[in-house]
């Protein structure tokens, strides 16, 4: 059902993108460098289940950094569904979903990714910055403090592993860095 919603809406985005009209761009799929919208009709039949997590998630942070919660929470079912029809999500994919439960202000979500990171690997930074958000959310200061830690300890011999994950959300984990709280909650 949701797929189908998904692609009804890929179906009045891609309508409302390519007439020109100017009430289209709030409702045009932002680019990935963040808030304009891609140009030309866009068909997400068309897209591999990949990309369409993918430009789902990215409308979703895009939504999200302009403060549109309510927007963002909509999309919110059809990028996990998204991500689901992947197959086992790998770290990138766990951290992504998580980031979705942040920003919609699920940390059961947040913390379930989190925590399935970190059983793999305990050293993860994606993994650590989730369970950090996670912790914000929960109003968990000790476990956030634990967290942060363990982030700030995990960092050099992590980064230098130089995963594609880190590559791709590397912007997350100078945020971390820099914060002295190690990463907004």
Known sequence: MLA????????RVG???????ASSGAAGAPSAAGGAPAGGAVNISQMSPEERANRLFDRIMSYSEQGKQDSARFFAPMAIQAYQMLGTPDSHARYDIGMIGFVTGNAVLARAEAD??????KSHLLGLILAMKAAGLR???AARTQFEKRF???EPAERAKKLKEYEDHASDIEAAMRSPRGTKP
């Open 116 to 121: 399935t990171i970190l059983a793999k690997d």
């Open 15 to 21: 309508i409302g993108s390519s007439t020109g009209d």
């Open 152 to 154: 700030k300890a995990s």
């Open 139 to 141: 109003n968990d200061a």
């Open 4 to 11: 189908l919603v998904a692609f009804l809406i890929g179906q």
